[in-house]
């Protein structure tokens, strides 16, 4: 039985990486996981300079999960690449480098610098608000994220994962876009915007008014996207929301993901990711299935 699997040419030793901005850079979770046994390490969202994020409350409790609006807040690209690159490359993993910015301009620059860092992937976080389309995300026009692509794949010497929002009508569209614009792979889904009121202090619970809701409560809309792109698209995809089992990892597997990253689950239990590992391994042996390949798709 083989875990190994091919995302756009690079090859993991299973289907597992976490989610951007849950596990930080891996360095806070690595007296509870081994990084060696994932299949990859998502880094949190990097920008060109550094961001302060959002004012604070910035995250709440939901039922099935949690919202935040912690604003991408990070320490931008140039520490990142002396901290927490080297720090990465100490573990026999592959590392994929999380993107974002409020402009073509800043996500391209980001793309540049890495160019010649040894890193395995890039995957670009188009849920950012694009400052030249009134605050609009990228990702939530056709147009707009087949341009970005076009442009980050002019320049990017590593595969280009596109990571696409939830928060529209029609997600074939946007991941048909990703695919025109050249993307290597798509990631999906980003967080889905809500609202909480406290209603003690009549107010928003989120300083920021609306925040991203991510955990078990998303997982069925992260499947129904995952299976509607899969049928969109030739590209592979990395299948996230809500995942906190094994069983959650391989229903977006069935649906269609070639591989999968568990986010907010990390924050009730550290080592989540270890046990979705050992999970689908015993699924695999009880079902018969020799690669995870076969099980890509597989429920149409
Ligand atoms: C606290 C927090 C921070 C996040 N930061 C990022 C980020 O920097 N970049 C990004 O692309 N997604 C970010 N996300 C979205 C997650 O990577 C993921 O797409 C989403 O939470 C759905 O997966 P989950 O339900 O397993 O958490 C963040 C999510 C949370 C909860």
Redesign the pocket.
């Known amino acids: 039985m083989d875990m190994k699997v091919n995302i756009a040419g690079v090859e993991w030793k299973n289907p597992v990486t976490v ?4 596990f930080g850079s891996g360095e806070e979770f690595s007296d509870f996981v081994d990084l060696n046994r994932l299949g990859a390490v998502t880094t ?2 990097v920008a060109n300079v550094p961001w302060s994020g959002n004012p604070t409350p910035r ?1 709440a409790e939901v039922y099935g ?2 919202m ?1 609006a ?1 604003g ?1 807040q990070n320490p931008g690209i140039e520490l990142f690449c002396q901290r927490d690159i080297p720090y990465l490359k100490q573990f026999d993993t592959k590392i994929i480098v ?1 993107v ?1 910015g409020h402009a073509p301009e800043e996500y391209l620059a980001v793309v540049e610098r890495l160019a010649d860092e040894p890193i395995d992937m890039m ?1 670009i ?1 188009i ?1 950012c608000p694009n400052v030249n389309a009134g605050f609009l995300a990228f990702g939530q026009d056709a147009g707009h994220v087949e341009e970005l692509t076009a442009q980050i794949k002019k320049i990017a010497k590593q595969p280009v994962i596109m ?1 696409l929002t939830p928060n529209v009508t029609d997600i074939t569209e946007i991941a048909k876009a990703a695919e025109a614009g050249g993307a290597d792979a798509i990631s999906l ?3 889905l915007t809500g609202m909480k009121i406290d209603i003690n202090r009549r107010t928003f619970a989120l300083a920021n008014k609306t925040g ?1 809701v ?2 078990p409560a ?1 997982h069925p809309i ?1 499947v129904r996207m995952v299976y509607q792109a899969a049928q969109a698209v030739n590209i592979p995809i990395i299948g ?4 906190a089992t094994a069983e959650d990892a391989i229903e977006m597997i069935l649906a269609g993901a070639s591989a999968v ?5 990390n924050f009730h239990d550290p080592a989540v990711t270890l046990k979705v590992i050992d999970g689908i391994e015993k699924y695999m042996e009880k079902q018969g299935f020799e690669t995870v390949k076969d099980m890509v798709g597989a429920v149409r």
């Open positions: 989610a951007s901005g849950t949190k969202g995250v999960g949690m935040n912690i991408l999380n974002c995957e976080n849920s990571k889904i980003n967080t991203g991510s955990g998303v992260a996230m929301g809500g995942i990253s568990v986010g907010t689950a």
